[in-house]
C-alpha cells in the first residue's frame, strides 16, 4: 500500500532501523544489568507506529520481545511502568499472541491478565480498534 | 442515591425525548412506533402511539417551545407531528435518502431540524410557508461514512456531526430567507450554507454523540476506542483533548455545564468527566453504584466466560461459576445505554437533572443535587 502523507516515507525507513538497532544494544546491555522494566521501556519507546513499513515493525517487535520475554515479576513490572505505555504494551502483547509460539504466547498471556486489571478493558479496545497506528 | 427515578418502559428504546414541561416522554420501544407516556398520580401512562414509520425509530426529539415532535426513522422518513386537539397529527418530510435516517434534532430556534442518514448526508429541512411543507435541503459532501450524530451550536447556524469515519465536522447551515444576517456570528461569519468549518480527525475508529457546551465554546464527543475528545476554540485552528479511560467506550454525552460533561454507553453506568481550573479535562468517577469488584466477577457477565477462555482451563470454571447473569455489574441500567436527554429548567445554563434511556429499555432521571464532590464543577 503506497504510504499516505504522515507516514514515514521508505527512505527514512533506513534511519529507523538503525535507531532500533541502537536501542537493542542498549536493551541488552540493560537486561545484563538486570534491569528487565528498564529494557522493556526502552523498547517501547518510540515504536514506530506511524510507519507502513513492515521491516521497521518487525525489527522493533524483536526488540521488544526479547524484553517482554525477560519479565519475571510482572506485578513489579506494571507498577514501575508509567500509565503512558500501557496502551502501546497491550498492542504488542496482542502482536505476541498472534504469533501462536507457546513459550510468547504464555507470558502474553500473563502479562495480559495483569495489565487488563490495571488499565481496564478500555485499554484493549484502543488497542483492537486502532487499525492505522498497528505495531 | 443520584438515580430518582426508573421506568422500564419497554424490553429495549432505541431513543426517548421529553415533552415541554417533562410530564410526558416520547420513545421508540425497538420498533417502527412511537410510544407517548404522561405522569399523572405517580404513575406513567400511555397516551399516544405514533404510527407512520415502516421501519426502526432512530431518532426523535420534541421542541420544547414549539411543541413539535420530529422522528427519523431507519424507513428512510422522517415525520413532524403537530398535536392537534388530541391527536398528534404528521407531516411527512421527504428527506430525498437513499439510506437510513440515524438521527435528528431541532435547532435551538426550532425553525430548522437537522437529520443525520447512513447515505453519508445530513439533511438540514426547514419550513416553507408558501408550500405548506418542510423542505429538505442536503449536505452531500464531505462524510465518508454513516453519519450517527448531529448536534446544534447554540447560534443556530453551526451544526457538528460525528461519522463513522471516525471524524467530527462542523458545518454552517445558514439559510437565506430562514436565517438572518445578524445571527451569524465568530467562525461562521461569512460562511454559505453546506461549508465545512473545520474536520476534526482525532479518532480512529467510529465515532458517536457530538454535543456542544451550553456557551457553544467546547465540543465534546467520543470514540468507539474509549475514548473522550474535548475541542476548544473551534475554528481554523482549535485546541483538542483526548482522554482515554479505562472502561468500555461511550455512545452519548451531554454537557451539565461549561466545566462538566455526563458520558453514556456500553460500560451501563454514566461516567462523570470534568475540567480543572487549568482546563484539563479527566475523567471524575461513575455516577451510579460503584461496582463490586471482586476477583471472580471482575469484567461482568459478558466478558468473564471469554476471560475464563483467554487465560487458560483452570480459571474458566471459577470464573463462570462466580457470576450471575446479567446483574453482576450493579447499576441501574443493565445494558448498552444509547441516549441521554437534559431536564432543564427554564432559565437556568446548569442542568442538574437529565434522563438516560438503553437498550435494556428503561428510562432513568438522575439528579445531581447534594453530589458533594462534583458540586464544583457545576
Known sequence: MASTEGFVEADNAEAIITRIEHKSRKIESLLKQSKPVEALKTALEGSPPKTRDERCKSANWIVVHRALMAIKDVEGLLSSLDAEYYDILMKYLYRGLSTGDRPTCDQCLRIHEKLTERAGLGCILRCLADTVNTV | ?378
Open chain 2, 1 to 378: 442515591m443520584t438515580a430518582i427515578a426508573v421506568n422500564q418502559f419497554a424490553q429495549s428504546i432505541t431513543c426517548h425525548a421529553w415533552g415541554p414541561d417533562h410530564s410526558m416522554v416520547a420513545f421508540c420501544p425497538n420498533n417502527n412506533e412511537v410510544h407517548i407516556y404522561r405522569l399523572s398520580q405517580d404513575k406513567w401512562e400511555k397516551v399516544h402511539v405514533l404510527e407512520k414509520h415502516d421501519q426502526i425509530v432512530s431518532g426523535i426529539d420534541w421542541s420544547p417551545r414549539s411543541n413539535r415532535i420530529v422522528t427519523a426513522s431507519h424507513d428512510r422518513n422522517s415525520y413532524v407531528w403537530n398535536l392537534e386537539g388530541s391527536e398528534w397529527v404528521p407531516t411527512l418530510v421527504i428527506l430525498r435518502l437513499n439510506r437510513a435516517a440515524l438521527c435528528v434534532q431541532w435547532s435551538p430556534k426550532e425553525n430548522k431540524f437537522a437529520v443525520g442518514s447512513g447515505a453519508k448526508t445530513v439533511c438540514i429541512c426547514y419550513y416553507e410557508q408558501e408550500n405548506n411543507w418542510w423542505v429538505s435541503k442536503l449536505i452531500r459532501k464531505r462524510h465518508d461514512s454513516s453519519v450517527t450524530s448531529v448536534a446544534w451550536h447554540p447560534n443556530n447556524i453551526l451544526l457538528a456531526t460525528t461519522s463513522a469515519d471516525g471524524k467530527c465536522r462542523i458545518f454552517s447551515t445558514f439559510i437565506k430567507g430562514v436565517d438572518t444576517k445578524d445571527s451569524r456570528t465568530g467562525p461562521s461569519s461569512d460562511s454559505k450554507f453546506g461549508e465545512q468549518i473545520v474536520q476534526l480527525d482525532l479518532s480512529f475508529s467510529w465515532a458517536f454523540g457530538v454535543k456542544w457546551s451550553p456557551s457553544g465554546d467546547t465540543l465534546a464527543y467520543v470514540g468507539h476506542n474509549s475514548m473522550i475528545y474535548f475541542v476548544d476554540e473551534i475554528g481554523p485552528s482549535p485546541l483538542a483533548q483526548n482522554v482515554a479511560f479505562r472502561d468500555l467506550p461511550l455512545r452519548d454525552v451531554l454537557f451539565v455545564s461549561e466545566r462538566m460533561v455526563i458520558g453514556v454507553g456500553f460500560d451501563c453506568n454514566p461516567m462523570v468527566f470534568a475540567a480543572d481550573q487549568r482546563g484539563i479535562w479527566s475523567f471524575i468517577r461513575f455516577l451510579g453504584e460503584r461496582k463490586t469488584i471482586s476477583s471472580g466477577s471482575k469484567y461482568g457477565s459478558q466478558f468473564s466466560e471469554a476471560f475464563g477462555k483467554l487465560y487458560g482451563q483452570s480459571k474458566h470454571g471459577l470464573s463462570n461459576d462466580a457470576v450471575e447473569p446479567s446483574r453482576s455489574r450493579g447499576g441501574i441500567h443493565d445494558n448498552c445505554i444509547n441516549c441521554i436527554l437534559p431536564l432543564r429548567r427554564s432559565g437556568i445554563s446548569t442542568v442538574m437533572r437529565f434522563s438516560t434511556s438503553g437498550l435494556d429499555g428503561k428510562v432513568v432521571i438522575w439528579d445531581l443535587e447534594n453530589q458533594a464532590d462534583l458540586s464544583e464543577y457545576l
